[in-house]
């Protein structure tokens, strides 16, 4: 199944962060906090201006993002956990 997102929506895959501390420490699932970076899997066509016409979206699919700790509703799309948040909901875009 394909999912579209609509107007100033993005769809987002969370991505892992280290099992361990810098010190060697094994962190527990129940104790590890969700991340707040992810991968762009989706955008939709843009917001509306006041004039009507479509602004595009800054982000595009692959973009590496960071979001806040609240940020998007999380849906299940196939069996895979995703966020669908609005782009205003987006901190950054991460370079190399």
Known sequence: MKFRPLHDRVVVKRLESD??????????DTAKEKPQEGEVIAVGPG???DNGKV???DVKAGDRILFGKW???EVKIDGEELLVMKESDIMGVIEK
């Open 19 to 28: 099992q361990k501390t810098k010190g060697g420490i094994i962190i527990p």
């Open 47 to 49: 917001a509306r201006d």
């Open 55 to 57: 602004v595009a979206l």
């Open 71 to 73: 940020s998007g509703t």
